[in-house]
């Protein structure tokens, strides 16, 4: 599967079959442009409807995000495969968890992909390493973005953070780090975090 293929999904399919993979889905973490393709800033990014143009697979997203794909992409209902928090996806042998993470779109979603050395945690514009998705686009929810960044801390194992946009040198960091580090986590309560956080500026 591919995670939030906005950009370049012919070097994409080009990398699988290089590696003699099939593409089997599409993971999709929230609507935004820049994750599945579509209108942004006068860009137009060929994304998902690209892809499944050329390759139909299922593009998994969480239901509450799934009207917002539509029209964003183009794309129809049935194109979607929808889901609620905890729903597996299988790929090959590999359980990835999907879970629903709200707060900067209403139906954002982070994936926690097993592994043999630990887990990985795709955290989509949710959880950068430093910050977190901004809350004040629309559908964003400050106090939603809060209790889903302590969802997310509470995950057990110590998963790798792999975040949707590098805005720190790493490129990703054990969750256990990022919690002592990222400044979203200073906040004690969802208003401590809304009064920091829930206008925007300070958040990605």
Do not use: W
């Amino acid at each position: 599967v591919v995670v939030d293929p906005a950009y370049s999904p012919d070097e994409l399919l080009a990398v699988l079959d290089t590696d003699g993979m099939r593409l089997t889905g599409v993971l999709a973490t929230h609507h935004h442009p820049d994750h599945v393709g579509g209108t942004m800033m006068g860009f137009d990014l060929v994304g998902v409807a690209q892809l499944v143009g050329s390759h139909p697979v299922p593009i998994h997203v969480q239901r509450a995000e799934a009207d917002y794909v539509t029209r964003v992409t183009g794309l129809s209902a049935s194109d979607l495969t929808p889901h609620d928090h905890d729903d597996v996806v299988e790929v090959g042998n590999v359980a990835i968890r999907l879970l629903h993470t709200p707060g900067h779109t209403p139906g954002s979603q982070c994936f926690l992909v097993p592994g043999p050395d630990g887990d990985r945690l795709v955290a989509g514009d949710t959880l950068f390493l430093q910050g977190c998705g901004r809350t004040d686009f629309p559908g964003g929810d400050a106090a939603q973005m809060y209790h889903s960044l302590q969802q997310l801390a509470a995950l057990k194992g110590n998963p790798t953070v792999y975040p949707g946009h590098r805005y720190s040198q790493a490129p990703n960091a054990p969750l256990d780090d990022v919690r002592r580090s990222n400044t979203v986590y200073r906040a004690t309560s969802a208003e401590q975090f809304v009064a920091a956080f829930g206008g925007g500026p300070r958040g990605r």
